[in-house]
């Protein structure tokens, strides 16, 4: 398992605590100096200290809080669901998606953008308290409210925290249909992670549990008819997985089946004596692993370098490759090709067949 480049939220099982979000004028004197505009009348009082992705996170919990609060017959839906449901995403600020049954007005609308690491104002913005180390400012992103016209049935709407969003499986199809092609990939790997509480030494129940999941999602897609990235949604729908431990192994893999490599198993197991040793993606009959190395895995523990160099010697001595991947390398996914394909042995056969249809 790899750290995130950006930790997910916590998960909506009682852990997630929601931000406090109040109303007033941005200009009343009742509101907290430290207060952060998220919303136009809705203000978050922030309690997270730096690191920024945690001030990012709060952030983002506090723009659904004060978008549903204001939209009280709307449903939280795509990368806002996901979030409450405790998945991985790709950005650190993702746009907030309402759906609705009247058609709006506006289908995007500027939120107030907030500025991370500092106490200047940014826009009609506040950002929150400077970091202990340094004090540098960081703009935040151009945050959107997309608003969708649609009416979701009871059966695929569930609240968390008293905000109403879309059930995870009406989540996945919507992410999966609606987001850039990596995005959905990252997303839809984590929800089916959180749908099957997945955990390596329970294989068998996850991967039922998974196939459940995959239909229920596929029997959605097909009731909600032919539609933009349809053929897209049911092709990337088959190639997710519930095994992938970061959002930096779901894009590596992804890079990896956009271009065509053998789907790699991912967690596999490998014993050694009495030790039992797990590799992020693996081709068992070339014997080449990658690992995914996100920042700060191993930050600040010399035992934890020492094992991962012992562990990683291990299985050299059994014959096995190990690549290393960080998130630079995944930005040149060629290089990242040319890496593997290096590394096959002579005679042994790893077709590639790019798979441009999930692009």
Known sequence: MTAALTPPPSAPDGALVLPLVVQGSSQGPSLPASAVTVKRG????????????????????ARLVAVQRTNPRAVLTHESAA???????????????????????????PLPRVVYGGTR???????????????TLEAGRHVHLVRHHGLLPDSEITTIKGLRTSNLVRTLVDC?????????????DSLLRLGTQAHR????????????LRVQAADLLSRRGRRHNSRRARLMLGLLSPWSESPGESE???????AGTPEPTLQHQVTTGDRQWFIDAAWPHALIGLEFDGRGKYAGSANTLYREKRRQEHL????????????????D????????????????????TPRTGIA
């Open 42 to 61: 809705q203000h978050l009082v922030p309690r997270s200290s730096p690191p920024s992705w945690r001030q990012r996170e709060e952030v983002s919990l």
């Open 83 to 109: 979030l409450l449901h405790g998945a991985w995403l790709r950005s650190s600020e993702p746009d907030v998606h309402l759906t609705q049954h009247t058609r709006p007005a506006l289908t995007r609308s």
């Open 252 to 258: 590596m893999r992804f890079l990896l089946l956009v």
């Open 121 to 135: 104002a940014w826009g009609r913005s506040t950002g929150l308290p400077p970091a202990a180390a340094h004090g």
């Open 176 to 188: 999966l249909l609606d987001l850039p092609a990596t995005d959905a990939f990252v997303v839809g």
């Open 316 to 331: 050299e001595r059994r014959g096995w490759t190990i690549l290393r991947v960080g998130w630079p390398d995944l930005k």
């Open 201 to 212: 030494l329970d294989r068998e129940r996850v991967e039922r549990t998974a196939s459940r």
């Open 333 to 352: 996914p060629g290089l990242l090709i040319s890496r593997v394909l290096a590394t096959v042995p002579e005679g042994t056969v790893f077709t590639i």
